[in-house]
C-alpha cells in the first residue's frame, strides 16, 4: 500500500506553477505572437490584393506589354529590357510606389487593432502592450519585404535576360564595354556617325564638323580659308572623331546593356531599406493616429510632395531640417549607377550631406517612430 503526504501533494502543483516562467508580462514578442500578426494581415484579401498589385503587378504588366510589343514588331519596339528600363524602373516605380505599399502596409497594422474594436480583446488577455505592438514589426517586413523582392526579381530577369545586344549611345549602335583607347579606335574607323550624332559643340578644335542637309548625305566638313566650308581630309575626319570620342567617353562609360550584378544587390537593398522605413513610419504614425486613412493620407504626402521639394530646392536657413527629411536620407544612399530620384534632368540637385549624417537621419526616423508608437499603445485606454 502507497501513502502520500498531504503537504507533498499540495506542494507539487504549486511548484509546477512557480516553475513554470510566465512570459505574458515579456516585452518581448513570441514565435506565435509573430505567426498571429502575419496570419491577420495576410487574411486581409483587399489588402494584399492592392500591395500585389503596386509593388509586383506594375512592373510585371509594363515590362509583359514590352515582351509582346516587341516579339510583335522587333523593328518598331525596341527590347523589353536593358539597362535604361532597369535604371527607369528602380528609382522611379520600385522606389515610389513600394515606399507607398510599405506604408499603407504599417499604417494598417497600426491602427488595425483599434479600429476593429479588438484592442480591448487583446490588453485582457494580459499580454505585454510592447509585445504586441513589436510583434507586428516581423509580421509586417516579412509581407512587404517579400513582396517587393519579387517585383525587383522580376524587373531583373527582363532587363538581363531581354537586354539589347548592340549599345544605342546618341542615337548610333557602339560596341559596350569599351576602353577609352578602344572608342577612340572606333571612332576613327566611324567619323560620320561620330561627328554627326555624338555631342559636342558643333565643331572640333580642328575646325571639322558635319554638314547633314536635309534630303542629302551627311558628310564631313572644315571651314576654308575663306571661311567655306570643304570636304575634310581623311586625317582632320580621323582626328576630329577621336577628340570627340574623348569628350563623350565619361558619359559613355556609364552607359551599359543590362545592370551588373552588383548593381542589382545595391539597388535591391536599397529599394528593401526604403520599404522598411516606408512600413515602420507608418506603423508609429497609424498607432500614434488610430485611424489608417489620414496616416495613409500624409505618408503619401510626405513621399510625393514633402520630398521631392525638400531635395530639389535649398532652402535658406532651413538647410539642416531638410537634412533631417527622411527622404532626403535614403536618396543620399541611392546606387550612383542610377538616376536621381525624382528626376533632374541629370542634374545632381540633392542637398549635400554626408553619409554618416544620412545614416543618423534613418536611424532617428526609425527608432523614434517606433518608440512613439509603442509608447502610444501602452498608453492608451482599453
Excluded at 516579339?71 to 520600385?94: E, F, H, N, Q, R
Excluded at 554627326?196 to 534630303?215: E, H, L, R, S, T
Aim: hydrophobic share 50%; proline share 5%.
Amino acid at each position: 500500500m502507497t501513502t502520500i503526504r498531504v503537504d507533498d501533494a499540495s506542494a507539487a502543483p504549486g511548484a509546477s506553477a512557480e516553475g513554470r516562467s510566465d512570459r505574458r508580462r515579456s516585452p518581448i514578442p513570441t514565435g506565435a505572437m509573430i505567426a498571429t500578426r502575419f496570419m491577420e494581415l495576410r487574411r486581409r484579401r483587399g489588402l494584399m490584393i492592392t500591395l500585389i498589385l503596386v509593388t509586383v503587378g506594375l512592373p510585371t504588366v509594363f515590362l509583359g506589354v514590352r515582351l509582346v510589343l516587341h516579339a510583335i514588331a522587333p523593328k518598331t519596339y525596341g527590347p523589353a529590357g536593358g539597362y535604361d528600363v532597369y535604371t527607369a524602373m528602380s528609382a522611379g516605380v520600385l522606389y515610389t510606389f513600394g515606399f507607398i505599399a510599405a506604408a499603407a502596409l504599417g499604417c494598417t497594422a497600426g491602427s488595425v487593432d483599434l479600429s476593429e474594436g479588438m484592442f480591448r480583446h487583446l490588453v485582457i488577455t494580459g499580454r505585454s502592450r510592447l509585445a504586441l505592438y513589436l510583434a507586428r514589426v516581423p509580421a509586417g517586413l516579412a509581407i512587404i519585404a517579400s513582396l517587393v523582392a519579387i517585383g525587383f526579381g522580376i524587373v531583373c530577369a527582363v532587363c538581363v535576360f531581354a537586354a539589347p545586344t548592340k549599345l544605342m549611345y546618341n542615337g548610333v549602335a557602339v560596341p559596350a564595354g569599351l576602353s577609352q583607347r578602344s572608342l577612340e579606335n572606333w571612332a576613327a574607323a566611324h567619323p560620320t556617325e561620330v561627328l554627326c550624332n555624338f555631342n559636342y559643340d558643333g565643331q572640333a578644335k580642328q575646325g571639322v564638323g558635319c554638314d547633314n542637309p536635309p534630303g542629302q548625305p551627311a558628310r564631313i566638313v572644315v571651314a576654308g580659308a575663306d571661311r567655306r566650308f570643304v570636304t575634310a581630309t581623311a586625317a582632320q575626319a580621323k582626328a576630329a572623331a577621336i577628340e570627340i570620342a574623348d569628350h563623350n567617353y565619361p558619359d559613355y562609360k556609364k552607359q551599359f546593356l543590362y545592370p551588373s550584378n552588383a548593381l542589382m544587390i545595391k539597388t535591391g537593398l536599397w529599394l528593401e531599406l526604403e520599404a522598411t522605413v516606408g512600413f515602420l513610419v507608418g506603423l508609429g504614425l497609424g498607432s500614434l493616429l488610430g485611424q489608417r486613412t489620414t496616416a495613409v493620407i500624409l505618408m503619401i504626402v510626405l513621399e510625393i510632395i514633402l520630398t521631392p521639394i525638400a531635395i530639389r530646392t535649398r532652402i535658406p536657413h532651413f538647410i539642416n531640417g531638410q537634412r533631417g527629411i527622411i527622404g532626403v536620407a535614403t536618396a543620399h544612399l541611392e546606387p550612383g549607377q542610377l538616376p536621381l530620384a525624382f528626376g533632374g534632368g541629370g542634374q545632381d540637385f540633392r542637398v549635400t550631406e554626408s553619409t554618416t549624417t544620412a545614416i543618423c537621419v534613418i536611424l532617428a526616423w526609425l527608432i523614434g517612430w517606433t518608440v512613439i508608437g509603442a509608447w502610444r499603445m501602452t498608453t492608451r485606454d482599453a
